[in-house]
C-alpha cells in the first residue's frame, strides 16, 4: 500500500491480499506466484508501458487515499481492540 499511496504502480504474485487489493485500486498487476519468469514478465510489461504504468499510479494513489486513510485505519484498529478487550 505505501508504493501505491506514492503513485508507484506495483506487480504482485496473485495469491493473499494481492489480488483485492490491486482489484479493488487499480493500482498495479498480478503475476503467477512462485515464478520468476512470470515476475520478470510482469516488470518489463510495466517498465515497457509508460502510459499504463503512469495511469496505475494515479489509480492507486487516488484508490489508498479514498480507501485506506490514516483515520479509517485507526478506527478499524481500535474496533478490533474494542470488540476483544472488555474492561
Do not use: C
Request: glycine residues 10%; proline residues 5%.
Amino acid at each position: 500500500l505505501e508504493a501505491m499511496a506514492n503513485g508507484v504502480p506495483v506487480v504482485q504474485p496473485r495469491h493473499g491480499i494481492f489480488p483485492e487489493w490491486i482489484e479493488k485500486t487499480g493500482g498495479g498487476i498480478l503475476v503467477e506466484p512462485d515464478s520468476s519468469e512470470a515476475l520478470a514478465a510482469g516488470l518489463l510489461r510495466m517498465m515497457q508501458d509508460k502510459e499504463g504504468r503512469e495511469a496505475m499510479g494515479q489509480k492507486g494513489k487516488e484508490a489508498v487515499h479514498q480507501n485506506f486513510s490514516d483515520d479509517d485505519m485507526a478506527e478499524a484498529t481500535l474496533a478490533v481492540y474494542r470488540r476483544y478487550v472488555t474492561d
